[in-house]
T-cell receptor
């Protein structure tokens, strides 16, 4: 079965600083999703990456997919308190379900 | 923006009782899913549903679980006889077709006492 490892498990960043989260798969990535979750709440869709080398940005968040490394990264520029939460990566398994990583807890210090 | 709606947001039930968790997927979506997240653990796949039947289910989805799309809008998850270990956040998700993103609901927190 496909396993996704996220790193780091948690991080604290000063407001205004950049941060990067990595998601590494044990198998070839066909579709990679990034979600944000506030503790105990629902999953908010951030981005979907489908092709090797694909890069997408939305506001201050950029995600990339490196299919050779079987890895995706999520980068936040000039972090704000609103970026705090748990970031989850999910991989499309056989096209019809998601396997999730363990999540990265982000805390932004004002 | 269209959203997946789940009710109730929180349910407390006694062990052994039946519970039904309800979801209203986005109207033009064809694929429906249930996931769960035990507190502090990963989000886990339970079941996928397409064309009025189960497409795939995980090992967690045993005979105590069932899903139904009773009408054109609702998608339900039933747990026949709840156990303490069923306590978790249950998420419904839908998507229009393959290669499209999954939209998740805000979840139902189930507490079995």
């Amino acid at each position: 079965s496909q396993e996704l490892e996220q790193s780091p498990q948690s991080l604290i960043v000063q407001e205004g600083k950049n941060l990067t989260i990595n998601c590494t798969s044990s198998k070839t990535l066909y579709g990679l999703y990034w979600y944000k979750q506030k503790y105990g709440e629902g999953l908010i869709f951030l981005m979907m990456l489908q092709k090797g080398g694909e890069e997408k940005s939305h506001e201050k968040i950029t995600a990339k997919l490196d299919e050779k490394k079987q890895q995706s990264s999520l980068h936040i520029t000039a972090s704000q308190p609103s970026h705090a939460g748990i970031y989850l990566c999910g991989a499309d398994v056989a096209g019809n379900k998601l396997t999730f990583g363990g999540g990265t807890r982000v805390l932004v210090k004002p | 923006e269209p959203e997946v709606t789940q009710t109730p947001s929180h349910q407390v039930t006694q062990m052994g009782q039946e519970v039904i968790l309800r979801c209203v997927p986005i109207s033009n979506h064809l694929y429906f899913y249930w996931y769960r997240q035990i507190l502090g653990q990963k989000v886990e796949f339970l079941v996928s549903f397409y064309n009025n039947e189960i497409s795939e289910k995980s090992e967690i989805f045993d005979d105590q679980f069932s899903v139904e799309r009773p009408d054109g809008s609702n998608f339900t998850l039933k747990i026949r006889s709840t156990k303490l270990e069923d306590s978790a956040m249950y998420f419904c998700a839908s998507r229009p077709t393959f290669n499209y993103g999954y939209t998740f609901g805000s979840g139902t927190r189930l507490t079995v006492v």
